[in-house]
């Protein structure tokens, strides 16, 4: 059974910052491509960052580059989220995603969320 299992979400400042982490279970980790997203209240789930399988590439949404960072260590099965400089409109839940495509099939799988709130 794959299991991702997100932490390290909370309140916080804004200018402040959080670091997320999603361990992965049920799965070969090292062969998924790794992804965070958020859903703000009343908005669609939208990637923020994304990691390639190997951790050799990353992608990031226009709205977080240079204040946050992927990584990933696939010894530990764990991708990180760090999330510097806040600002109230990233306030959302945000969910780790697993993704691995074969030639007939894709394997994709959720974690349940973690809040991230940045008020003052």
């Known amino acids: 059974q794959v299991q991702l299992v997100e932490s390290g979400g909370g309140l916080v400042q804004p200018g402040g910052s959080l670091r997320l982490s999603c361990a992965a279970s049920?799965?070969?980790?090292?062969?998924?491509?790794m992804s965070w997203y958020r859903q703000a209240p009343g908005r669609e789930r939208d990637l923020v960052a994304a990691?390639?399988?190997?951790?050799?590439?990353?992608n990031y949404a226009d709205s977080v580059k240079g204040r946050f960072t992927i990584s990933r260590d696939n010894a530990k099965n764990t991708v990180y989220l760090q999330m510097n400089s806040l600002k109230p409109e990233d306030t959302a839940v945000y969910y780790c995603?697993?993704?691995?495509?074969?030639?007939?099939?894709?394997?994709?799988?959720w974690g349940q969320g973690t809040q991230v709130t940045v008020s003052s």
């Open positions: 049920g799965l070969t980790f090292s062969m998924y491509a």
């Open positions: 990691i390639t399988s190997a951790g050799g590439s990353t």
């Open positions: 995603h697993a993704d691995r495509r074969s030639l007939i099939k894709v394997y994709d799988y």
